[in-house]
């Protein structure tokens, strides 16, 4: 008896917990909150106006650096010419050789020079013995003292002449006068040296300088001494200037030749190889003040450069005369808008005159720009 009152018990307990879940279950269904209306992008824009983010207008520094490339050569270069016109004998150094100071480059023809050296030694020894007897006889009253001061005279003539003959056969060696690199030679064996055409040019590898070619656009805006700089081959830029422009352009190019002088510390600058290509950039424009915004604020159309004024919350559109754009993305406004205006950043490429906007985290002058 009392198992069929337990058995009792327990079905009506599942009943009642059956009532209640389906119980719970209807009260859902029939109270289930209406979900609301989604609301589109095109409602949005409507209400608020198109969202954007704004740039507030400050005046800045400025520089625009010219990039440009050109060639790593030497810059102490010394020319090496014959010191009188015979014929090449001999070469001891070629290009891209290392040479030091004195060192023999090549020699000339010095079979006539030899010969007169050896006519002049003779005769130099001749009256040092003749010199020496009249000496002698003077001495025993043979001689008078006017024939030994002719002889003395003599003698003294044939060592000058000696010498300078044995000066003028040295010279037929030709030499570095500098530690440096051969960076040119144009002596060749049985070549007929000239007084006025250099056998050999001998760089400093010390000391550097680098070659561009400069379009005639820019000609007028690169001056002597102005700042330039040339990217190492770690990366790292260094500090150069302009050291000439030359007057003219080239006959066959049509391009001007400009000469940087690159700075190094302690005269040397390992990283630099003559002959080798580096990038390099002259500073052609610079301003303590002048107004310049993100280039992508503005808009340009057959020519027409536009920005859009932000105006409370519509979007003003402003013909502006802009100038260069750096490399840090920023663009030189030369006339059309000033300092404390704020112009359409983002979304500035979908604007148009009278657009209302939504301004979405405005910008301040010197924060990067964020591009959509």
């Given at each position: 008896?009392?198992?069929k009152?337990?058995?009792?018990?327990?079905?009506?307990?599942?009943v009642?917990l059956?009532?209640?879940?389906f119980?719970?279950?209807?009260?859902?269904?029939?109270n289930?909150?209406t979900?609301?209306?989604?609301?589109?992008?095109?409602t949005?824009?409507?209400?608020n106006?198109?969202?954007?983010?704004?740039?507030?207008?400050?005046?800045?520094?400025?520089?625009y650096?010219?990039?440009l490339?050109g060639?790593?050569?030497?810059?102490?270069?010394?020319?090496?010419?014959?010191?009188?016109?015979?014929?090449?004998t001999?070469?001891?150094?070629?290009?891209g050789?290392?040479?030091?100071?004195?060192?023999?480059?090549?020699?000339?023809?010095?079979?006539?020079?030899v010969?007169?050296?050896q006519?002049?030694?003779?005769?130099?020894?001749?009256?040092?013995?003749?010199y020496?007897?009249?000496?002698?006889?003077?001495?025993?009253g043979?001689s008078?003292?006017?024939e030994?001061e002719?002889v003395?005279?003599?003698?003294?003539?044939a060592?000058a002449?000696?010498?300078q003959?044995?000066t003028?056969?040295?010279?037929?060696?030709?030499?570095?006068?500098?530690?440096g690199?051969?960076?040119?030679?144009?002596a060749?064996?049985g070549?007929?040296?000239?007084?006025?055409k250099?056998?050999?040019?001998?760089?400093?590898?010390k000391?550097?300088?680098?070659a561009?070619?400069l379009?005639?656009?820019y000609?007028?805006?690169?001056?002597n001494?102005?700042?330039?700089?040339?990217?190492?081959?770690?990366g790292?830029?260094?500090a150069a200037?302009?050291?000439?422009?030359?007057?003219?352009?080239?006959?066959?190019?049509?391009?001007?030749?400009?000469?940087?002088?690159?700075?190094?510390?302690?005269?040397?600058?390992?990283?630099?190889?003559?002959?080798?290509?580096?990038?390099?950039?002259?500073?052609?424009?610079?301003?303590?003040?002048?107004?310049?915004?993100?280039?992508?604020?503005?808009?340009e159309?057959e020519?027409?450069?536009?920005?859009?004024?932000?105006?409370?919350?519509?979007?003003?559109?402003?013909?502006?005369q802009k100038?260069r754009t750096n490399?840090?993305?920023?663009?030189?406004i030369?006339?059309?808008?000033?300092?404390?205006?704020?112009?359409?950043?983002?979304?500035a490429?979908r604007?148009y005159?009278?657009?209302?906007?939504w301004?979405?985290?405005?910008?301040?002058?010197?924060?990067?720009?964020?591009?959509?």
């Open positions: 008896m009392p198992m009152k337990r058995s009792n018990a327990a079905k009506i307990v599942i009642m059956l009532t209640g879940t119980g719970l279950m209807g009260w859902r269904m029939f289930r909150p979900p609301s209306e989604a609301v589109s992008i095109s949005i824009r409507e209400r106006g198109m969202p954007v983010t704004s740039w507030s207008v400050a005046q800045s520094p400025w520089e650096w010219l990039p490339y060639t790593v050569r030497t810059s102490g270069l010394s020319e090496v010419y014959a010191s009188q016109a015979e014929y090449v001999s070469l001891s150094a070629e290009v050789d290392t040479v030091v100071h004195g060192q023999v480059l090549a020699t000339l023809d010095s079979r006539k020079a010969e007169k050296v006519a002049a030694q003779a005769r130099y020894n001749e009256l040092s013995l003749r020496a007897r009249t000496q002698e006889l003077q001495k025993a043979g008078s003292k006017q030994v002719s003395f005279s003599q003698y003294k003539e060592g002449s000696l010498q003959l044995q003028e056969l040295t010279r037929h060696k030709v030499v570095s006068p500098i530690d690199v051969v960076m040119q030679r144009e060749e064996i070549l007929l040296a000239s007084a006025g250099p056998l050999f040019v001998i760089g400093d590898p000391r550097f300088e680098v561009i070619d379009s005639p656009r000609i007028s805006m690169v001056k001494g102005e700042k330039a700089r040339y990217l190492t081959p770690s790292e830029w260094k200037t302009v050291k000439r422009v030359d007057p003219m352009a080239n006959a066959v190019t049509g391009l001007y030749n400009v000469v940087l002088d690159v700075e190094s510390q302690d005269g040397e600058n390992p990283q630099l190889h003559v002959g080798a290509s580096v990038e390099t950039q002259i500073r052609i424009e610079h301003d303590d003040s002048v107004v310049v915004v993100p280039y992508e604020s503005v808009r159309m020519g027409v450069a536009k920005v859009y004024v932000c105006s409370g919350d519509i979007a003003v559109e402003r013909v502006v100038g490399d840090q993305g920023q663009t030189h030369v006339t059309g808008l000033a300092k404390g205006e704020s112009v359409v950043l983002k979304g490429d604007m005159d009278g657009a209302r906007i301004i979405q985290d405005p910008q301040e002058p010197g924060e990067p720009s964020r591009q959509s």
